[in-house]
């Protein structure tokens, strides 16, 4: 009886031991940075969100429980022109004033082979939801963290700069998108 | 008509370089007021577009004319032009030659700061003179409003005392500008 208990409780053990690490809670700081970049009459121009939220479940030997939930305040568009900026809030771009908001949302994540880690998220603009899959490397260790990704969507997927906007020519469909979260651990709250 | 200048009149060069930059100096104005009462369009992304790339085109003729200014010899003033005048003409034209410079010049400062890129009639990047200051735009918007002003005076100073010259000193001032065969 005890032969078989034996073998039996050390596998009940590893059990335990192979159970995954529980993906930590982790809190944005000041750094973080959330940009985009296009070409607009065949010239290069970029601009960030200036407030998002980003709830970030993540941990590199746990990705079943990671979860990313990002908001983003379309009104804190900032491309460094206050024209463009404010073209961007009109009905045709973001159309601010009505949807104020876009979410990133993802908890389906991979290991790429060259070390960084692919989100599959879906991103809500201008009340389209499509899939944006978000490739990026982690670095840090469990108490402070960055995150480098980017990401490439198609505006017109979005809706955004639709009529007339729609010509490539006028601002390329393609647009690549970067982020960088500078990130610290929550403190845990489970015992 | 020879391409120099000569004591009686203007040659080819110093006409074409007058009468293309006037004509496109007037075109720059006419769509300079325009563009900004357009309504957020495609339209009038290209519409400012062509104003820059024309007040781009201007401010090169402008430093070649300038260039041909030295090069070359200048018609002198009428017989008989009293001194007041002839200061106040030298005055003038060298105003329209710093406004004609000032212009383009305050135009692209204000496209830099602004933060807007541009390309040449599409064709090549055009320089950003500086980076992106709220400040600065907002200066060399106003010297580009104000420019346009003074310019506005000076065009009308400048064609009354032509048209003057012409109808009542009934002298050469006005047909040495123009093609064809100089009277005696």
Same mark, same amino acid.
């Given at each position: ?22 993906? !930590? ?40 429980? !990671? ?61 389209? !939801? ?12 469990? !108490? ?48 | 008509?020879?391409?120099?200048n000569?004591?009686?009149?203007w040659?080819?060069t110093a006409q074409l370089l007058h009468w293309g930059i006037a004509l496109l100096i007037i075109g720059l104005v006419a769509v300079g007021l ?10 009038? =992304?290209? =519409?400012?577009?062509?104003h820059k790339?024309i007040g781009l085109s201007v401010f090169a003729l402008v430093l070649i004319r300038l260039l041909w200014r030295l090069l070359d010899?200048r018609p002198?003033y ?6 007041w005048q002839q200061r106040l003409s030298s005055g003038a034209h060298g105003l329209l030659y710093v406004l004609m410079i000032g212009m383009p010049v305050s135009g692209w400062l204000y496209n830099s700061a ?12 055009v320089?950003?003179l500086s ?5 600065l735009k907002q200066l060399a918007n106003q010297l580009h409003e104000y420019g346009f002003y003074v310019l506005a005076a000076l065009f009308t100073l400048h064609v009354g005392a032509a ?10 001032t006005?047909?040495?500008m ?7």
């Amino acid at each position: 009886m005890t032969r078989m208990l034996v073998p039996l409780l050390m596998a009940f053990a590893n059990v335990l031991a192979a159970t995954p690490a529980l993906a !930590s809670e982790w809190q944005t700081q000041p750094g973080s940075t959330l940009g985009f970049a296009a070409e607009a009459q065949g010239e290069k121009f970029s601009g960030a969100f200036e407030r998002f939220e980003a709830r970030i479940r993540f941990a590199p030997d746990a990705l079943t429980g !990671s979860r990313f939930e990002v908001e983003i305040d379309l009104k804190s568009v900032n491309s460094q022109n206050t024209e463009r900026d404010e073209m961007l809030a009109d009905e045709a771009f973001f159309n601010s004033a009505a949807e104020p908001a876009a979410s990133y949302f993802a908890e389906r994540f991979s290991r790429l082979e060259d070390g960084r880690f692919r989100a599959d998220g879906v991103l809500t603009l201008r009340g389209v !939801s499509a899939p944006v899959p978000l490739d990026f490397s982690w670095t840090g260790d469990a !108490s402070a963290a960055t995150l480098e990704g980017e990401a490439s969507l198609d505006r017109i997927a979005f809706n955004v700069g639709a009529g007339e906007w729609a010509d490539a020519e006028a601002i390329t469909h393609h647009v690549s998108v970067r982020t960088k979260l500078v990130l610290t651990a929550k403190p845990s709250t489970t015992p | 008509m020879q391409w120099r200048n000569s004591e009686a009149r203007w040659g080819s060069t110093a006409q074409l370089l007058h009468w293309g930059i006037a004509l496109l100096i007037i075109g720059l104005v006419a769509v300079g007021l325009l563009m900004q009462e357009l309504p957020n369009s495609l339209f009038k =992304v290209k =519409v400012y577009g062509w104003h820059k790339s024309i007040g781009l085109s201007v401010f090169a003729l402008v430093l070649i004319r300038l260039l041909w200014r030295l090069l070359d010899r200048r018609p002198p003033y009428p017989l008989g032009m009293p001194r007041w005048q002839q200061r106040l003409s030298s005055g003038a034209h060298g105003l329209l030659y710093v406004l004609m410079i000032g212009m383009p010049v305050s135009g692209w400062l204000y496209n830099s700061a602004a933060n807007f890129p541009l390309r040449w009639f599409g064709l090549f990047a055009v320089p950003s003179l500086s980076a992106p200051d709220p400040e600065l735009k907002q200066l060399a918007n106003q010297l580009h409003e104000y420019g346009f002003y003074v310019l506005a005076a000076l065009f009308t100073l400048h064609v009354g005392a032509a048209l003057h010259h012409h109808y009542f000193k009934r002298d050469a001032t006005l047909t040495r500008m123009l093609p064809g065969r100089s009277k005696p």
